[in-house]
């Protein structure tokens, strides 16, 4: 299973100032295949010196060529970046899956094709536009009002949607005409590669775009270096929170995109096949690993059975195996430990006891590799651990409500604030239930980001957005040039 050509990946270099080099160190560490739970590659593990000397080479190229580019050339070379991710999509697609047990179905999508697009996107924003305008001042004279780039940026990523996530970091970054240090998570390192093999091939100048796979205490002395200017995080809270005190304490702009534990609250009005339909997509999407899926279930008690069977009739007719077969809708965990934490969490659920209408373990009959049978627990009171921590995992909770006022107030009962979604057959209705959850995003009767509109949370789920044109403003600093005649 899963290791469709048994073939492993090994990259022993690091992608510093354009070149490849070696870890000072000469330290490594090994991904391991989600579905088979064998060594898939080895991988060079940068350590400070390494994380030293890519900063000193991102910091080099914002003084070098890069920065002597305008929006209409730096766009050019971001579309020959972009075209080269592209080719490299469908490989990049499998090997993600292989990493974390994406189904293939999805990470075509979203890890093949998503990082082409993204910085295509960027490239298209920023062609035409002027860095500069001229305003005449309120007080006489003129001032120029520049969009400087801001910067060395560190772009600092998790493993569960590792190359659109990177994506939204570099592509912008570079459009604004920033320099990256990007980190990749470990369990996902070697995708991180596809970038800086397209950076290579692009043309991209030396030092523009570096990639130094490492861990977390790699990752924290990148977010203190004095020669990063912004950092750019997408992980936990927990991570999060660390990460902002350090770039409070330093002054330093920092955008952070992290965990939630979105509502989906299923109106009165829904229209329950849609629901089901959608289910998978915006509930369990890539095996439960996902920020903003929406894993606590709010139904009607007016229709409460009606929305429990639904739920427990689709899940458990999930098909749950290889991620590499297009057919396979619900993959393995990423790791022993997520996997020990997923079940951790259905033995805390069962033990208050809450109601497994499917699921509860781990499959009898995929004995190897880090699965879990998608899980559905029933008269969930939101105040559960269950209810209010996130899963990361195929675990889904339901809990009963009377009116919207009150599924209003249990959808907006939580530390996060990142996504969620309304079923109702009435878009206006859908548009006012939205309305009222305090949170960066919501779907109607579906949820799918915009690679145009911006994303991001509120509460614990983060500061700042990615993706549309408010993604690409963190990566500039604003100057203003007061001239004295007018
Ligand atoms: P994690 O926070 O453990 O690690 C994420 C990345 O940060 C990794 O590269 C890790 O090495 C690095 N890191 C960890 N601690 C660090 C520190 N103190 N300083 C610098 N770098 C550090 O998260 P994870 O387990 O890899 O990912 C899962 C989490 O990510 C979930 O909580 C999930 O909700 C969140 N996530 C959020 C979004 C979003 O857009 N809001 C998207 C995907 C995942």
């Not at 004279?141 to 801001?150: D, K, S």
Request: aromatic share 6%; glycine share 12%; hydrophobic share 45%.
């Amino acid at each position: 299973m899963g290791n469709a050509d048994n073939t492993s990946v090994n990259r022993e270099s690091l992608f510093i100032g354009g070149r490849w080099v070696a870890p000072l160190q000469g330290a490594s560490f090994d991904v391991v295949e989600a579905a088979t739970e064998k060594v898939l590659g080895t991988v060079a593990m940068a350590g400070v010196g390494d994380i030293d000397a890519a900063v000193a080479a991102a910091r080099e190229a914002l003084r070098g060529p890069w920065a002597a580019l305008g929006n209409s050339e730096r766009a050019d070379l971001l579309d020959r970046f972009a075209a080269a991710l592209k080719s490299r999509g469908r490989e990049t697609a499998a090997l993600v899956s292989r990493e974390n047990g994406m189904p293939i179905s999805l990470s075509g999508s979203v890890n093949g094709f998503g990082p082409s697009v993204m910085v295509s996107y960027y490239a298209s924003l920023i062609r035409n536009a002027p860095t500069e305008d001229v305003r005449p001042s309120a007080f006489g004279g003129r001032t120029v009002v520049r969009n400087e780039p801001v910067g060395v940026v560190a772009a600092i990523t998790p493993w569960n949607y590792p190359q659109p996530l990177a994506a939204m970091k570099i592509a912008p970054a570079l459009a604004a005409g920033c320099t990256v240090v990007l980190k990749p998570a470990p369990e996902t390192a070697l995708d991180a590669y596809a970038f800086a093999e397209a950076a290579e091939e692009a043309g991209l100048p030396a030092g523009v775009l570096n990639v130094v796979p490492a861990g977390r205490e790699a990752g924290a002395y990148l977010v203190e270096h004095p020669g990063v200017d912004k950092v750019a995080f997408t992980g936990s809270t927990v991570a999060g929170r660390a990460i902002g005190e350090v770039c409070g304490r330093l002054l330093r702009p920092v955008t952070l995109e992290l965990g939630g534990k979105s509502a989906a609250i299923v109106a009165d009005d829904a229209d329950l096949s849609i629901f089901a339909a959608g289910l998978l997509g915006v509930s369990l999407v890539n095996n439960g690993q996902t920020c903003h899926a929406s894993t606590r279930i709010l139904a009607p008690r007016s229709r409460y059975d009606a929305v429990v069977e639904a739920v427990t009739e689709t899940v458990r007719a999930l098909r749950v195996g290889d991620p590499l077969e297009k057919s396979t809708q619900i993959g393995p965990l990423v790791s022993a430990a997520q996997r020990d934490r997923v079940l951790g969490y259905v033995e805390d659920g069962r033990s208050a006891g809450y109601r497994i209408t499917t699921g509860g373990a781990a499959p009898a009959d995929q004995p190897i590799g880090w699965f879990v049978e998608p899980t559905v627990f029933e008269g969930v009171d939101n105040a559960a651990r269950i209810a209010q921590e996130e899963i990361f995992g195929p675990v889904l909770t339901i809990t009963p409500y009377g009116d919207e006022a009150e599924a209003v107030a249990i959808a907006n009962d939580s530390e996060y604030g990142l996504g969620g979604t309304v079923w109702t057959s009435d878009e206006e209705h859908g548009l006012a239930l939205a309305s009222q959850i305090h949170s960066g995003t919501v779907g109607v009767n579906h949820y799918e980001l915009d690679l145009a509109a911006p994303f991001g949370g509120v509460k614990a789920s983060g500061l700042g957005r990615e993706l549309g044109p408010e993604g690409l403003r963190p990566y500039y600093s604003a100057k203003s040039i007061y001239l004295a005649t007018r």
